[in-house]
């Protein structure tokens, strides 16, 4: 009988989810489990990996049963994680040693301005691994671990010991430890990995004083990673899909060609842009990283990645501090009350400028008040001002790449406010794609997973899927946006200067 589903399980920060696709790639269910959240001290951030295992078993249990589906109705799982958490855990007995420790957790700042005093060696890792270093990323949260919990070094030392990232922690759940494995997009956010060579890389494992022992095997994202053995859920199915969420996402988005790329407008947003097999160095602190790639693709192909830090939170200000909105959705109807936005410009600046300048002790600024300024225009100011944001990211990366992106494809939370979607759209001058389904990133898995076991084709055939999108098209006059850019401009050079 024909396998009826592909299987995503999105292990996301904040919960566990997993998703049964269809052959259309229409969602047919959905089950979902919060994470607890554990902060043993201010920016420490774990979660407990029985905590990381329930809660994805849990809903993947509960997504069967709630939907009826029968193993043998599965065709494939595929796994999406949130990318850079770090977990260790013994070979042998399977159990961890410390808490995983969050990509958010930044406990490990100081080991890396430690490192980085030599530049050299800063310029090497990003060199070496397409990143800025950074407590983000895995490498120094691994050495924490080993450096801190009692008995790890000399246990990591004797090959007892292993790392993995979320997708490694669940594959080993899934597969009763018999496989320790990652896929080639989530090793590129270790810090460890050379995205170049294709391999672990001795010199960061030195550097950072790891074991290779400890490493998974590494494999391409749409590839055979073993089978389900867990005896608590359904066995034998194929593990074929794994990438990090934002990798996932791209993949999701069918972004398949050089040039393409798409933003997740979430609480930050995420813009990444496929640039082919090449790997593009960037000027203005983007980051390099490996793309999900189908069966079959030769070689890597890479993205450039940018990120803002404050993009529907800013939403979420107008809500829940100046309490001119009761939800997030009515923002949309509030900025359409105003023709414009009565020349109010907001730099959300709350945590630093990100991308493309850098300034770390910048702070969020309201310019243009006047005494005719109301809620409405501050609204307005504020979901353009995520729509700048986006311009700046947008522009650096194109610079970068040395190719024009050839238009955006969105999700995310906020991608459902269509004033933004259309200003957006005006500002870069460029087509925006909002798909039916905006579970993008778990689709991504799905089809990294489903192409490899055949219930997809090829990528023609998942793109085709795509039929159904919202499509907005730039249509703002010329020196309006202009005016606009240069309002932006002037008060982002006050921010700075400020
Ligand atoms: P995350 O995955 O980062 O939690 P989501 O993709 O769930 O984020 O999106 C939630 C964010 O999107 C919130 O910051 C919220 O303020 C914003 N948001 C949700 N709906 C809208 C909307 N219609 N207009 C503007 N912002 C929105």
């Known amino acids: 009988m024909a396998k009826k589903y592909v299987i995503a399980l999105d292990a996301g920060t904040t919960s566990s989810r997993a998703i049964a696709f269809d052959k259309s790639g229409n969602v047919c269910g959905i089950s979902q489990r919060p994470i607890p959240q554990i902060y043993p001290q201010p920016g420490w951030v774990e979660h407990n990996p029985q905590d990381t295992l329930a809660t994805q078993l849990g809903a993947l249990t509960e997504l ?142 030195d550097l950072f004083n790891i074991p290779s022992s400890m490493l998974p095997q590494v494999y391409p994202s749409s590839s055979l990673f073993g089978a389900t053995a867990n005896p608590g859920i359904a066995q034998g199915i194929s593990i074929c899909g794994v990438a990090g969420d934002q990798q996932s996402a791209l993949f999701g988005q069918c972004c398949f060609e050089a040039g393409q790329a798409k933003n997740t407008y979430g609480t930050g947003c995420f813009l990444l842009m496929n640039t082919g097999d090449k790997a593009c160095k960037s000027t203005s602190n983007l980051v390099t990283t490996i793309a999900a790639s189908a069966p079959g693709t030769k070689g890597f192909e890479y993205a450039l990645e940018g990120s803002v830090f404050i993009a529907g939170a800013l939403v979420q200000w107008l809500r829940d501090e100046l309490r001119i909105i009761s939800k997030a959705s009515d923002s949309e109807k509030l900025a359409r009350s105003v023709k414009d936005s009565g020349g109010v410009y907001i730099v959300p600046a709350f945590t630093g400028l990100g991308a493309p300048y850098w300034k770390a002790d910048a702070r969020g600024a309201i310019y243009g008040i006047t005494r005719g300024t109301t809620p409405a225009h501050l609204c307005r100011a504020a979901l353009e001002a995520i729509a700048f944001e986006v311009y700046d990211l947008f522009r650096a990366m194109e610079a970068d790449a040395y190719c024009p992106i050839s238009m955006l494809n969105v999700d995310g939370g906020a991608s459902s406010n269509n004033f933004l979607m259309q200003f957006q759209s005006d500002i870069l001058e460029s087509e925006i794609r909002r798909p039916k389904n905006v579970e993008t990133t778990a689709l991504g898995a799905a089809y990294l997973a489903g192409l490899y076991s055949g219930f997809w084709k090829d990528k023609q055939e998942i793109a085709s899927l795509r039929a159904n999108d919202d499509v907005f098209e730039p249509h703002m006059e010329d020196f309006v946006r202009k005016e606009h850019l240069a309002g932006w401009k002037r008060a982002i050079e006050s921010t700075i200067r400020y």
């Open 64 to 205: 069967l049963v709630s939907c009826d589906i029968a193993p043998s109705d599965i065709d494939s799982i595929g796994i999406t994680n949130q990318r850079e958490t770090v977990f260790v855990w013994d070979r042998n007995t399977g159990a961890p040693v410390y808490n995983g420790i969050v990509w958010q957790c930044r406990r490990t700042a100081d080991m890396i301005a430690e490192i980085c005093k030599d530049k050299q060696v800063a310029q090497t890792i990003t060199d070496k691994t397409g990143l800025i270093p950074d407590a983000y990323f895995s490498a120094s949260k691994i050495k924490w671990i080993l450096d801190n919990v009692k008995g790890a070094r000399e246990r990591a030392e004797a090959g007892d010991l292993v790392f993995g990232t979320v997708d490694t922690w669940i594959i080993w759940a899934l597969t009763y430890g018999a496989v320790h494995a990652t896929d080639v997009t989530s090793a590129s956010r270790t810090m460890l990995y050379n995205i170049h060579e294709g391999c672990w890389d001795q010199w960061l494992l």
